[in-house]
């Protein structure tokens, strides 16, 4: 792979990191029967440690700090980082925190998440200030509001050093309204705000609200992402626009709005617009849905512009 990076630290990723376990099967199970499964695959997951993967086969340089547990799975977790050359310095390895692992049945292009996780994070800024993780360095820090209030601190750190602060997150959560008073790009899933107003909301009024939420001294880039029905992308200087999805034979979605912030990032840092960006990143998820897990195979960047463009 070609690595487009200078060398110095670009991204930053902070968050939950998960062990995905992938079960296919031809139909969706019913209680008390025996099923046989297609695959079985087990990945790393977890919104931010995806979305860094992208980046880094992307030809980006990135770093993540999170807390795992001192077991297997917690080795593997890190493990499924530092073989696409994540720098993973910044992880904590806790006795007794069972790392987090998500047991996934993956039928007709459709995923059923099981999480299995502890919900508070045991990790504490103080732990990363010791790693003597260079806060100060990165170009954006990417978060998803699991770690609220080592988030926050980092964020601060990050935007008083001149960066930018990319915020994932599928669901409102305690501390997610601080996080979004120092985020520069916030692109929810559709799953936030239909756990806040139900089924039928405002699309544009919603983006509006949350871009309203962002500091004024950003991009301000609020955005949702639509599941195969692409995203919706609001920034102050541009309207509101809809960015379909793109036709592909979904075998699994899962992690596919990870790899779509990473690929976001990608286009954004490269100079796009955030429409062009959400095209770029709505086709580059929809390549993801057609292999198992969140870290399928992605083809290069080109060839996901060119596919962007096709449709
Ligand atoms: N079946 C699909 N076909 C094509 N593209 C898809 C499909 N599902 C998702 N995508 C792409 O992936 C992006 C993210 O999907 P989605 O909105 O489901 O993310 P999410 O709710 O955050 O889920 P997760 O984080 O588990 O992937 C969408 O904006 C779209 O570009
Ligand atoms: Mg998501």
Not at 76 to 95: C, K, P
Not at 170 to 183: F, Q
Not at 266 to 272: E, I, N, P, V
Request: net charge negative; hydrophobic share 40%; charged share 25%.
């Amino acid at each position: 792979m070609v690595r487009t990076h200078k060398e110095g630290p670009e991204i930053l990723g902070i968050g939950v990191a998960v062990r995905d376990i992938a079960v296919l099967l031809d139909e969706f199970p019913v209680p008390d029967e025996k099923f046989r499964a297609k695959g079985l695959f087990e990945a790393g997951g977890g919104p931010v440690p995806t979305a860094l993967v992208t980046l880094t086969r992307l030809g980006h340089r990135a770093s993540f700090c999170g807390v795992v547990g001192m077991g297997a799975a917690g080795h593997f977790i890190v493990d499924s980082l530092d073989q696409e050359g994540i720098d993973t310095h910044g992880v904590v390895f806790r006795a007794g925190f069972p790392s987090p692992t998500s047991v996934i049945l993956v039928e007709g292009g459709r995923r059923t998440i099981f999480e299995w996780r502890q919900y508070d994070l045991p990790l504490s800024f103080d732990e990363l200030e010791a790693k003597q993780v260079p806060f100060e360095d990165f170009r954006f820090l990417l978060v998803d509001a699991r770690l609220p209030e080592v988030q926050i601190e980092a964020a601060r750190r990050v935007r008083g050093a001149g960066g930018k602060v990319v915020l994932d997150c599928g669901h409102p959560r305690a501390g997610v309204e601080d996080i979004l008073a120092l985020t520069d790009v916030a692109i929810l899933s559709h799953t936030y705000p239909r756990t806040l107003l139900g089924d039928s909301y405002d699309l544009e009024g919603f983006l509006t609200d949350l871009a309203a939420r962002l500091p004024e001294d950003g991009p301000r880039i609020a955005g949702l992402t639509l599941g195969a029905d692409g995203c919706a992308i609001l920034a102050p200087d541009s309207s509101f626009v809809r960015v379909p999805g793109h036709k592909v034979t979904a075998v699994d979605s899962t992690g596919a709005g990870d790899v779509f912030h990473g690929a976001f990032l990608h286009a954004f840092m490269g100079g796009s617009s955030p429409e062009e960006a959400a095209r770029f990143a709505n086709a580059a998820a929809a390549l993801k849905c057609k292999g198992m897990t969140g870290r399928s195979p992605l083809p290069p960047d080109g060839e996901i512009w060119r596919f962007a463009r096709s449709q």
